[in-house]
């Protein structure tokens, strides 16, 4: 089971980091990966974090921009969010799928997802 937390209002170019946590050891996935969702729009995929290595993939929408970390065993994985803007404004997922060599799973690999957290960047 996934929780995400640390969602809620951020002004324009600011910051705000996401926890997603396990209940369980993460060991049953190779990969926890983090998406969003903005109303009326497909899911986008965000990025992920190995759970056995920490190597990270990124989107290029926002590669340089946001950062994935984990905690030592990836237990608990983070979404760091930087210079925020509207478009920003989602629902954002965390979710565990397999392991994969040189890049997160496809969406369809993802197992178990998380309920979501609301993130809305508004002046």
């Known amino acids: 089971q996934l929780v995400e937390s640390g969602g809620g209002l951020v002004q324009p170019g600011g910051s705000l980091t996401l926890s997603c946590s396990t209940s369980?050891?993460?060991?049953?996935?190779?990969?926890i990966g983090w998406f969003r969702q903005a109303p009326g729009k497909e899911r986008e995929g965000l990025g992920c974090?190995?759970?056995?290595?920490?190597?990270?993939w990124y989107s290029r929408s926002v590669k340089g921009r946001f950062n994935i970390s984990g905690d030592s065993d990836r237990r608990t994985v983070f979404l760091q969010m930087n210079d925020l803007q509207p478009e920003d404004t989602a629902t954002y997922y965390c979710?565990?799928?397999?392991?994969?060599?040189?890049?997160?799973?496809?969406?369809?690999?993802?197992?178990?997802w998380g309920q979501g957290t609301q993130v809305t960047i508004s002046s």
């Open positions: 369980e050891r993460t060991l049953g996935y190779g990969a």
């Open positions: 974090i190995s759970v056995n290595d920490a190597n990270t």
């Open positions: 979710a565990g799928g397999p392991w994969r060599l040189w890049s997160c799973p496809t969406d369809r690999e993802y197992e178990s």
